[in-house]
C-alpha cells in the first residue's frame, strides 16, 4: 500500500510516496517558486533524480509536474494513479472543530477555509492544495487530512485558556491551539520506545527547534501545554517571530508609528525574532556565524533564544511535576550541539547530564546524555511525512 503525502505551502509544494509495507520512501521532492516561475526538484529511493523549471501559475500545473516525476520521467517509481492507496494532507490549523485527522469532503474544505484567519499563511494554501490534489489525481482516491493542532486537543482548559473576557473563547473560539502537533507526536512516539516503556508511564519534553519553533510537554501519553499558542506567532522567539510579549508593546508602537493592525502582525511575524534582533538574517546558522565573528547584536540574539527555550523547558518540568525525557528535534534541535549543551548544563540541578562525544552529533537519533543521568536526553529527527501517512493510513483502514 502506497501512500502519497503532501505538505503545501503558498509558493511551495512538498511531497513523499511512501510504501506503508516497511514504510520506506519510494520518492521525494519539492515544487518551488509557484505562481511566479516554477520548477520542481525529485529524487527516488535509488538515487534517480528529475528536475526542470516549468510554468507554474498554480498548484494544479505543480501536481501535474508531480505526476510526470512520479510516472514518466527518467525517476518514475509507479506506473500508475491505481499504486495509490489514499493521499495524506498536512493542515497547520484545525482550530476547535477538528480534533483528529479525517477523510476530505467538500465540507471539510469549507471548514478549513473558514479557518484560514487563524493561519493566514497556511490554511488558504492547504485549501488550494487539496483542490488542485482532487483536480489532478481524481476523486477515487481517497484524500485525508491531517492537523498540526490535534495532537494538543488534549491540553486542559487551565492549559488552553486566555485570562480574557469568556465570551471570546464563546463567540470566537479564542484559545490556545499549538502547533507542529505531528512532529511532537512523532517524537515523542520514538522516545517511548528509545525507552523501551509505555509513552503513558513517561513524563516526556519536546523541542521542535528550527525556523518556527514549539516546545510540547507530554505526560500520560498525551499533551497537557506546549508553547505556541492561537496561532505560531506565540511561544519563544523564532526565525522571524517574536514570540511572547507584553500587548501593550504592541498598542505602544502602533500608537507612536500610527500602524494598523495588519502592520503590526507583518512586524511580529516577518521581521522579528532573530532576524529583528539580530539584524543579520532569520537563519540560526548565518547568526551564529556572526556572533562568533564579534557581533553583538547576534550574540544577544543566540543568548535570548537559548534563555527563552531554557525557561519553556523548567516550566513544564514544574507544570508535570518532574521529567523522564528530552528530546531535540527540527533543523535547529538536531544540528546545534551549543544550545543542546546550553540547556542540558543548566538542567544539573534536575539530575541532567550530557555526554559531550554524543552531543557533537548532528541530524541523527542518538541518546546523548550519560548513563548516569536522572533525566535521558535524545535527538530525534523528526518525520512528519510518516507521521501524516500513519495517520492517512489509520483512516482509509478505518
Do not use: W
Amino acid at each position: 500500500m502506497k501512500i502519497f503525502v503532501v505538505n503545501a505551502g503558498s509558493s511551495s509544494l512538498k511531497y513523499q510516496l511512501i510504501d506503508m509495507e516497511n514504510e520506506s520512501v519510494l520518492a521525494k521532492g519539492l515544487c518551488e517558486r509557484i505562481g511566479v516561475t516554477g520548477a520542481i526538484s525529485h529524487k527516488a529511493a535509488d538515487g534517480r533524480e528529475y528536475k526542470a523549471e516549468t510554468p507554474m501559475p498554480t498548484h494544479s500545473e505543480a501536481f501535474e509536474a508531480v505526476v510526470y516525476a512520479l510516472m514518466k520521467s527518467d525517476a518514475k517509481v509507479i506506473d500508475s494513479f491505481d499504486e495509490i492507496s489514499a493521499i495524506g494532507h498536512r493542515i497547520v490549523q484545525g482550530g476547535a472543530v477538528f480534533k483528529g485527522s479525517c477523510l476530505v469532503n467538500d465540507k471539510v474544505i469549507e471548514q478549513i477555509s473558514e479557518l484560514g484567519a487563524m493561519a493566514p499563511l497556511h490554511n488558504p494554501a492547504h485549501v488550494i492544495a487539496i483542490k488542485a490534489c482532487i483536480k489532478t489525481f481524481g476523486e477515487k482516491i481517497p484524500q485525508v487530512v491531517v492537523f498540526d493542532t490535534s495532537f494538543h486537543q488534549t491540553m486542559p482548559p487551565k492549559a488552553y485558556m486566555y485570562a480574557l473576557p469568556y465570551e471570546y473563547y464563546e463567540r470566537l473560539d479564542v484559545r490556545k491551539y499549538g502547533a507542529h502537533g505531528t512532529s511532537h507526536h512523532f517524537v515523542s512516539d520514538r522516545v517511548a520506545v528509545l525507552e523501551n516503556k509505555d509513552k503513558k508511564d513517561l513524563k516526556i519534553i519536546t523541542c521542535h527547534l528550527g525556523n518556527g519553533c514549539s516546545i510540547t510537554a507530554i505526560k500520560d501519553g498525551v499533551c497537557v501545554d506546549t508553547s505556541m499558542g492561537f496561532t505560531p506567532l506565540d511561544g519563544f522567539m523564532m526565525g522571524t517571530r517574536s514570540g511572547s510579549l507584553d500587548p501593550s508593546a504592541l498598542t505602544y508602537i502602533a500608537e507612536k508609528d500610527n500602524l494598523s493592525a495588519a502592520d503590526i502582525n507583518t512586524i511580529c511575524n516577518k521581521k522579528s525574532g532573530m532576524l529583528g534582533v539580530s539584524g543579520v538574517s532569520n537563519d540560526n546558522r548565518d547568526v551564529a556565524a556572526a556572533a562568533e565573528a564579534g557581533n553583538e547584536r547576534a550574540r544577544l540574539a543566540i543568548d535570548m533564544q537559548r534563555y527563552q527555550i531554557l525557561k519553556f523547558i523548567g516550566s513544564y518540568i514544574a507544570a508535570m511535576n518532574g521529567v523522564d525525557a528530552i528530546a531535540f528535534t527540527g533543523g535547529i534541535g538536531e544540528n546545534d550541539p551549543e544550545l543542546r549543551k546550553y540547556v542540558c548544563e543548566n538542567l544539573k540541578y534536575m539530575g541532567v547530564k550530557i555526554d559531550i562525544d554524543a552531543n557533537k552529533c548532528r541530524g541523527k537519533e542518538i541518546k546523548i546524555s550519560t548513563d548516569d543521568s536522572l533525566v535521558d536526553v535524545f535527538v530525534i529527527p523528526t518525520n512528519e511525512e510518516l507521521a501524516i501517512a500513519r495517520d492517512t493510513l489509520r483512516i482509509i483502514s478505518e
